[in-house]
């Protein structure tokens, strides 16, 4: 019962310290954003988004945990796009295009963020990812910290993030069926992403053993689902720039620099923990699809 107190008061105190970590960010995002108000919503947004990205590696480092940064590719879009939507237009002028936007965003950062929590064991937890580089870098993990696990997420996800500009501001107040494309596309990849984190989150708790390989639901038929949805969530958003303001074609980088992510990056990272601590898993890859869903080969 003890042990039990105390795992729960530093779990307690470690969300706390989160939790002020993103207030403190927020903060000097807003206080940059201020300083800059004469420029740019789109420059004003890069640079607070900067800035708050320093304040948490600020945090990462005076803790030891990288992993203080993994809920901010789900928090900082919920801030850019309110910050958006204001600098666009009175909320009473808002069309049900923005809302619905503006709705799809927060369902998958809400949704992504509590997902993190769920799993996040404290300050004594990092992501396994951070913690080979902080191993296999020593000297230079400070360095490694600040560009590749924070500042570069960062920008890619403000480069998804562009696909939200130009609906936002967009003065177009009617809906047309190409609306509704976007938004299905968008809602499909949430539900896709929320479904396979479920699937998983099941999986690893009604199957202790290491080793084994998840081959159940969507992981059937992708060996990272949750992925394709991620991926799937940001074109998405950005149909809604080619249905709104085709003169933004451009943002397609943001999409475009999310999936290269994931394909040069993410799924290689993955595939090849599993490849040592899985056996079978190597059969498994010829089998399955690595992202986007499909029957497995016999």
Not at 87 to 93: F, G, K, L, N, V
Not at 181 to 186: D, W
Not at 243 to 257: E, K, M, Y
Not at 265 to 292: C, F, Q, T
Request: aromatic share 16%.
């Amino acid at each position: 019962m003890k042990r039990s107190k105390v795992v729960s008061s530093g779990l307690t105190k470690a969300f706390c310290l989160c939790l002020l970590a993103y207030v403190l960010a927020i903060a000097a995002a807003m206080i940059v954003g201020h300083a800059l108000n004469h420029k740019n919503p789109i420059l004003i947004a890069l640079w607070a988004d900067i800035a708050a990205t320093l304040v948490i590696y600020i945090f990462s480092r005076l803790f030891k945990n990288s992993s203080f940064y993994d809920p901010y590719w789900s928090v900082a879009p919920l801030v850019i796009v309110i910050y958006w939507a204001y600098a666009a237009m009175p909320i009473a002028e808002m069309g049900l295009r923005q809302i619905i936007v503006i709705v799809l965003v927060f369902i998958w950062g809400i949704r992504l963020t509590l997902n993190w929590a769920r799993q996040w064991q404290g300050l004594g937890h990092e992501d396994w990812r951070y913690t080979k580089y902080r191993t296999s870098y020593q000297g230079w993990f400070w360095l490694i910290d600040l560009i590749g696990i924070e500042m570069m997420p960062t920008v890619i996800v403000f480069l998804g993030c562009l696909s939200l500009y130009p609906v936002l501001s967009s003065g177009e107040p009617s809906l047309g069926i190409q609306d509704i494309l976007a938004v299905l596309v968008t809602l499909s990849a949430i539900i896709i992403e929320s479904s396979a984190d479920k699937q998983l989150n099941g999986f690893i708790k009604a199957v202790p053993r290491h080793g084994q390989i998840m081959k159940q639901g969507l992981w059937a038929y992708s060996r990272h689902p949750n992925y394709f949805g991620e991926i799937l969530f940001w074109w998405g958003l950005y149909l809604f720039v080619l249905f709104t303001n085709s003169h933004f074609w451009w943002t397609v980088i943001g999409p475009l620099a999310i999936t290269l992510l994931f394909l040069v990056v993410s799924i290689p990272l993955m595939d090849k923990r599993s490849l040592a601590y899985r056996p079978g898993y190597a059969e498994h890859m010829k089998k399955v699809s690595a992202l986007v869903p499909w029957f497995s080969k016999k």
